[in-house]
């Protein structure tokens, strides 16, 4: 340690940066770890039947004035709205959200499809029914707004018409539906198909057991199975794009997609789009929390869902595969937006009258737009009609957003120069290029790059939006696995670990070229590098 200090204050700052990422990495990991064994305890599971409503309410009328959860998007509380008076509308991005929402009382029953309690009731026993039927729902297929709408459209309800008239969709149901068992549910021949008439582009709703999920790697389930064999028929290859629910009828409507799934037959969304005879139909069920007892202890249950979480399918290739696609849209992101940042800054810096107008429109633009939106607006509507990927247009927008960030820390860099330090280095006859590059800029990122770091580690975190544009990032695969196994806490806390050591190794990276550029770090031959001693 003496060695330490006496080697002086840089290497004590390196010695002190390097050392405190590694503490800021075991802090993490040790808090999540304790939040994850704590959360992963209070994850409910029950082999028992649930005796009856946990707060006692068994009739829709006793819904008045309490808080009820629905996904949003799916209109199902039209149906109801007239019924219950005085109550409060919860809206969750994922059926499966709304399970913990009611276990911990944020909600005193929520509103689902019954296909879809079929399914968590498998894994949550403890979820009861209200007897009384909420309602009823049509679900059709709606054909997206491009050149192929007039041939899919006559195409879709013909196959509809005949699957409904020999039975097919019928038996479709009964399997994927009413027979419901994720642990022998496969699509059980998938059919071939030549495609010689081209790709239809299907968006399906990632993680909707028994209609839409990942299983093995392959996409399954009744929606699935359902447009393989519309393909096969009418000559068609397929490629399903897993995606949030209510980011489907948009998609479709602005062309991106062929097909969308699982659209809840409306009148205001039969005019704004074409949507197809309904293909399936159920009933809309109210579901509370049923009084039950568990059979598991604690060490066995999170023995049981580490299981499910990672080793289940292989599951932890789903987060391997976010992690990837996460770091790929944040490393491609900070590296071209670092580099339109600074070309922004270099056409302006000399007071360009038309470069400074269009920058600081570009700012005004992308700073005020909030992040989810300035990328349904990039993927829906500006490159709609483009075959640009969701994680290509995830790059294109976070470059603006950060190289917007990146102009205004290097105007702060800059800002704190003192004008003497150009007039010293054109006196020393170094040219404007040079001035920036060699004298001005290592004194500069002294005051932006601190700025810089927590920028990039922001950007990190806001990637985690992008699943409202069909990119499988790590958010997006956390929640495709919580939809798959209904234990909501486990995955999240994964996710978050994940995310803890993708900073702190980000951190840790960005603070060693901090200290890199120091120059009080600089040693004497570097210092005196090019000068020649006269004796």
Not at 24 to 44: D, E, H, P, Q, Y
Not at 358 to 385: C, D, K, Q, R, Y
Not at 454 to 465: A, R
Not at 488 to 517: D, G, H, K, P
Request: with cysteine; hydrophobic share 45%; proline share 3%.
């Amino acid at each position: 340690m003496k060695r330490v200090f006496a080697s002086g204050g840089s290497a004590a700052r390196k010695l002190t940066g390097i050392n405190g990422s590694k503490r800021a990495l075991r802090k993490a990991l040790v808090l999540t770890l304790v939040l994850g064994i704590l959360m992963g305890s209070l994850t409910s599971f029950a082999a028992a039947a649930p005796m009856e409503s946990k707060n006692g309410i068994t009739q829709i009328s006793q819904l008045d004035g309490k808080n009820i959860g629905v996904q949003t998007g799916v209109l199902y509380e039209d149906e109801i709205k007239d019924e219950i008076e005085g109550e409060t509308w919860l809206y969750y991005k994922m059926p499966n959200d709304m399970i913990p929402a009611l276990e911990s009382g944020r909600i005193d029953a929520y509103l689902i499809e019954e296909v879809g309690f079929y399914a968590q009731r498998y894994e949550h026993p403890e979820l009861m029914r209200l007897e009384e039927k909420a309602g009823e729902s049509q679900f059709a297929v709606i054909v997206g707004n491009n050149s192929k709408q007039d041939t899919l459209f006559p195409q879709i309800q013909e196959f509809i018409a005949e699957g409904l008239e020999s039975g097919w969709l019928s038996e479709l149901y009964d399997y994927w539906v009413k027979n419901w068992d994720p642990n022998t549910c496969v699509i059980r021949n998938v059919p071939e198909t030549t495609g010689e008439n081209g790709t239809v582009i299907i968006a399906i709703e990632g993680g909707y057991e028994p209609f839409s999920f990942e299983a093995g790697g392959y996409y399954s389930g009744y929606d699935v199975e359902f447009m393989m064999n519309f393909c096969a028929k009418y000559g068609y290859s397929w490629d399903f794009q897993a995606m949030e629910f209510d980011s489907i009828a948009p998609g479709a409507i602005s062309g991106k997609y062929d097909f969308g799934m699982n659209i809840v037959v409306d009148e205001e969304r039969a005019e704004a789009s074409v949507l197809s005879d309904p293909y399936y139909t159920c009933d809309l069920v109210f579901v509370v929390e049923g009084e039950y007892e568990g059979d598991m202890g604690f060490f066995e249950r999170m023995a049981y869902n580490f299981n499910k979480t990672f080793i289940k399918d292989d599951r932890w290739k789903l987060f391997a595969e976010g992690i990837g696609r996460t770091m790929l849209i944040t490393v491609a992101s900070v590296a071209f937006g670092t580099a339109l940042g600074f070309a922004a800054y270099l056409a302006c810096r000399h007071g360009n009258k038309a470069a400074n107008a269009i920058v600081g429109f570009i700012n005004w633009l992308v700073e005020g737009i909030p992040t989810v939106v300035f990328l349904m607006l990039l993927f829906f509507v500006v490159f709609a009609s483009t075959p640009l990927s969701g994680t290509v247009i995830s790059i294109i927008g976070f470059s603006l957003i950060f190289g917007c960030g990146m102009y205004g820390m290097l105007k702060v860099g800059f800002g704190a120069i003192h004008r003497g330090q150009f007039e010293a280095s054109t006196a020393l006859g170094y040219s404007d290029n040079q001035s920036f590059f060699k004298i001005l800029l290592p004194q500069a990122a002294q005051h932006f790059l601190p700025i810089y770091k927590s920028n990039v580690i922001s950007l990190l975190k806001e990637t985690s939006v992008v699943g409202y544009v069909a990119v499988r990032d790590l958010t997006k695969m956390g929640d495709l696995v919580r939809s798959r196994t209904y234990i909501a806490f486990f995955a999240l806390i994964a996710v978050a670990i994940m995310y803890l050591v993708l900073e702190a190794l980000l951190t840790a990276i960005i603070s060693r070229v901090q200290l890199s550029v120091d120059p009080k770090r600089r040693s004497k031959d570097k210092i005196l590098e090019g000068i020649t001693e006269v004796e």
